[in-house]
């Protein structure tokens, strides 16, 4: 096979340098990446690949505009249909992501406002002492371990993307004994309830009330502890049904385990914050379960007593983790691959604009936050990204023979 047939060879003079683009499929040779040829140089047949002569072949002048080597290379209707490809997958990819994490977050709030509903059916004072607690104290720690586990997600998203599976193991291990120390750093607020109500100027029997009602979640903080990072570690995996599954199992769970405390069995405010904390236990078990019997084999290699070590840099990362926007961002970072998280981060703001612009109340805080975040993503040199993710996983990676052995040793 030759580049050009030999009835094409007259029309065209030998001493003309011209360059050569072959379109090859979906794929287009640079011009800038070829050198001149002249016709009467082509002799040794090594220097090409096999050109389908029926393919049409593109020339052009050197001296001809890079914009218009451009247009003529590329329509515009292909490069259009090219980017709405692209935007369609990229969003595919984040749906497939986001939605199960929003019916797991979706799930977790339901449980406590079935919890206020059936309070409300006890009495006014215990509904005002529930709705002080969850919107003052509940609220603020479980914001704080969101952050905190948020490292998880960094984490594990960038080995996942890596290739170093292994390692997610490990980091989901030290965000359980980060995490645990924060929620245990916490517990005040849920223990002194009743005083610091009462120096905010809160009612007397309010006050009182929440205070007996707050000692109810302090096994809830660390079900947080615990579901927040094993939610993060699977979804790094992609395993964001597994996520949603068990979040939709154990609201259902607490609806019928309420119902039958509260209104079958008639036991209160106990019961309602008892049904509460099974719940919110049943998923933890269920996440933590479906890792330890196996069903995460290159991910979860048992425990291992590298989880104690390094772990100040994960305290330093858990307290910024929240710049970071997703595990998809994390995925693309660990591959190393720049361009992909830009993009992806585009799509997502687009993504969250137009859900938001569905909510006129909540409109000019999409607004606001789009715009730092476009800002952010316009300073932020994604490149330097990507070396410190590389930096990052070269610093604290083990290698698996030795962490294999350092868990049987553990073991024994």
């Not at 709030?109 to 005002?128: P, R, Y």
């Not at 236990?281 to 070590?309: E, H, R």
């Amino acid at each position: 096979m030759t580049l050009l047939s030999d009835n094409l060879r007259p029309s065209i003079q030998p001493t003309k340098l011209m360059t050569c683009v072959v379109r090859d499929g979906s794929d287009l040779l640079p011009v800038d990446s070829l050198r001149p040829l002249t016709f009467s140089s082509i002799t040794n047949q090594e220097d090409f690949s096999p050109v389908d002569v029926r393919r049409p072949l593109i020339y052009f002048d050197p001296s001809m505009d890079n914009s218009i080597q451009e247009k003529l290379l590329v329509p515009e209707e292909s490069r259009n249909a090219g980017l709405k490809r692209r935007i369609w997958t990229e969003s595919k990819k984040i749906w497939g992501i986001a939605f199960p994490g929003i019916l797991a977050r979706v799930s977790s709030f339901g449980m406590i406002v079935v919890t206020q509903s059936f309070l409300g059916h006890i009495g006014k004072l215990e509904l005002a002492a529930f709705a002080l607690l969850q919107s003052f104290i509940l609220r603020f720690i479980n914001g704080i371990l969101i952050g905190m586990s948020s490292a998880t997600e960094t984490l594990c998203g960038q080995a996942f993307g890596a290739g170093h599976y292994h390692m997610l193991g490990i980091y989901l291990q030290r965000s359980w004994i980060v995490d645990s120390v924060a929620g245990t750093i916490l517990l005040p607020l849920v223990i002194f309830a009743a005083p610091i109500f009462r120096i905010l100027g809160q009612e007397e029997d309010i006050a009182i009330a929440a205070g007996n009602m707050s000692l109810w979640f302090i096994p809830f903080v660390y079900s947080l502890v615990f579901s927040l990072t094993t939610q993060m570690y699977l979804q790094a995996q992609l395993k964001n049904k597994v996520v949603s599954w068990f979040a939709s199992f154990s609201f259902v769970l607490h609806i019928l385990l309420t119902w039958i405390v509260v209104k079958k069995l008639e036991w209160g405010t106990a019961g309602a914050m008892f049904a509460l904390t099974i719940s919110s236990w049943s998923k933890v078990i269920g996440q933590v379960g479906y890792i330890l019997v196996g069903w995460c084999p290159d991910t979860w290699t048992g425990f291992n007593k590298a989880a104690f070590a390094d772990v100040l840099p994960i305290v330093k990362l858990s307290i910024s983790s929240g710049l970071m926007i997703c595990v998809r961002v994390a995925n693309e970072l660990g591959k190393g691959n720049a361009k992909a998280a830009k993009f992806s981060i585009k799509i997502i703001l687009s993504t969250s604009s137009t859900i938001g612009g569905l909510w006129i109340g909540l409109l000019s805080g999409v607004i606001v936050q789009t715009l730092v975040l476009s800002y952010i993503i316009w300073r932020t040199d994604w490149d330097e990204q990507v070396n410190r993710a590389s930096e990052r996983l070269r610093r604290w990676f083990l290698n698996p023979e030795r962490d294999s052995t350092d868990s049987s040793s553990t073991l024994a």
